[in-house]
C-alpha cells in the first residue's frame, strides 16, 4: 500500500468516525422526542427503553462522507435515492412498526431505483470454476440479491454491537482487497466511508449499548453492502460471487437456519423467535459481550478465507471455507437452532412411558 493511499483510507475513515460519534448524542435526543424507543419484552435481551434510531447516524456520517470525498455520478445518485427510500422505511418502522409486507415494499422500491435508474446489475457470476451469464434474468437476480442482504442484515440485529460489528468486517475486508487489487473505485471509497461511520456508532452501540440502529440502520448497512458488493463485481473487486456471501456467512447462515426452523414448525418465515446463533451462545452462558464477540471472530475468519482465496490460492480459499462451513454445522446440529434437541428427546420419553 502507497503512503498516498494508506492517507485518503486513514482521513476517510477517521473523518467519517468522528462526524458520526458527535452525531449520535443528537440522534438519541430525537428518538426520545418522537417516541422511537425499543421496549423490552420477552424476546428483548436489555431491561430498559432505548433510543432505536441510531441509524440516522449512520446514514449522515455516509452523506457527509460522500459530500467530501465522493464524486457526483448518475450511480452515486441512484444510491443516494435509494437509500433514503430506505431511511424513510426504517425511521417510520422505528417510531411506528410496519407489517413485513410494507417494509418488503419500500425495500423493493429502494432497489428498483438502483437496479433501473443506476444501472447496477448482477449480469454474470463465477464460482468454482462456473460462469453463468444471467442476461435478460440480471434485473431479477439484482433485485433478489439486494434484498437478500437487506433482511439478512436485518434479522441479524439482535444484540448490542453485533450488526455493526459484521459490518465493519465487510467494508474493512472488501476495502482491503480494492488496495491490494489496485482498484480504487466507488466501492472502494464508500467501504471506508462505511467503515469510519460504523466504528463511530459502534462506541455507543457496544454492550451495553445506550442507542440501537433500529430497521433504519440495520436495513440500510443491508443495502448498501449490497450495492458495494455489486459495485465490486463491476470493478473486478471481488473475482466470484461467492466473496460478499462468505464475508457475511453468519448473517447468511442464520437466515437459512430460521427459514428451515420455521418451515418445520409450521411458522411464519416472518415470525419472530429465539433461537438464531446467538441466542444459542447466549443460552450455553457466554455473556452478553463474549457472544457478539465469537461471531465477529467467526466472521473475520470468513472474511480472512475470502482475502486468501482473492489475494492468494483459490483452492487455499475453498479449503479454509470448507473447514469453517464443517465447524458451524457442528455447532448447528448440537444446538437448537434447526431442531430442539430437548422437545425431542421430551418426546421420545413420553412415547416410551406411553408404550409401557
Known amino acids: 500500500m502507497s503512503n498516498e493511499i494508506f492517507i485518503q483510507v486513514l482521513l476517510v475513515t477517521l473523518t467519517c468516525y468522528l462526524f458520526v460519534y458527535l452525531m449520535v448524542p443528537i440522534v438519541k435526543k430525537i428518538a426520545n422526542h ?24 449512520i446514514y449522515a456520517g455516509f452523506l457527509f462522507g460522500y459530500m467530501v470525498f ?26 411506528k412498526p410496519l407489517s413485513a409486507k ?9 432497489t428498483l431505483v438502483v437496479v433501473f435508474y443506476g444501472k ?11 460462469y453463468i451469464d444471467f442476461g435478460i434474468l440480471s434485473y431479477l437476480v439484482t433485485i433478489i440479491f439486494i434484498l437478500a442482504f437487506i433482511n439478512c442484515m436485518n434479522l441479524i440485529d439482535g444484540l448490542d454491537g453485533l450488526a455493526t460489528g459484521i459490518s465493519s468486517i465487510f467494508f474493512l475486508t472488501v476495502g482491503s482487497i480494492a488496495i491490494f487489487k489496485h482498484t480504487q473505485g466507488l466501492d ?38 449490497s450495492v458495494i458488493a455489486l459495485l465490486g463485481f463491476k470493478n473486478v473487486t ?10 457475511l456467512a453468519i448473517p447468511f447462515l442464520d437466515t437459512i437456519f430460521a427459514i428451515i426452523r420455521r418451515y418445520l414448525k409450521n411458522e411464519s418465515i416472518t415470525k419472530p423467535d429465539k433461537f438464531h446463533i446467538h441466542h444459542q451462545l447466549l443460552n450455553m452462558n457466554f455473556s452478553h459481550r463474549k457472544t457478539v464477540l465469537i461471531i465477529c471472530f467467526i466472521d473475520s475468519l470468513f472474511a480472512l478465507a475470502s482475502i486468501v482465496y482473492v489475494l492468494i490460492d483459490n483452492k487455499l480459499g475453498y479449503l479454509l ?27 421420545l420419553n413420553l412415547f416410551k412411558k406411553r408404550k409401557n
Open 238 to 247: 471481488m473475482t466470484s460471487i461467492i466473496i460478499p456471501f462468505t464475508i
Open 34 to 57: 418522537v417516541g422511537a424507543l425499543d421496549i423490552p419484552n420477552e424476546r428483548k435481551v436489555h431491561k430498559v427503553p432505548i433510543p432505536r434510531l441510531g441509524g440516522l447516524a
Open 70 to 95: 465522493g464524486k457526483h455520478t448518475d450511480v452515486m445518485n441512484s444510491i443516494l435515492i435509494g437509500s433514503f427510500i430506505i431511511i424513510i422505511t426504517g425511521i417510520i418502522d422505528d417510531i
Open 321 to 347: 471455507y470448507g473447514i469453517l462451513m464443517l465447524l458451524v454445522l457442528i455447532f448447528v446440529l448440537k444446538t437448537n437452532i434447526i431442531i430442539e434437541h430437548d422437545k425431542s428427546k421430551f418426546s
Open 120 to 130: 447496477i446489475l448482477l449480469s454474470s457470476m463465477s464460482a468454482f470454476g462456473i
Open 188 to 225: 472502494f471509497i464508500l467501504c471506508f466511508i462505511m467503515l469510519g461511520s460504523c466504528l463511530g456508532f459502534l462506541k455507543y452501540n457496544a454492550n451495553p449499548a445506550s442507542i440501537f440502529m433500529g430497521d433504519t440502520g440495520s436495513m440500510f448497512l443491508g443495502f448498501i453492502i
Open 102 to 110: 410494507v417494509k418488503l415494499c419500500g425495500q423493493i422500491a429502494a
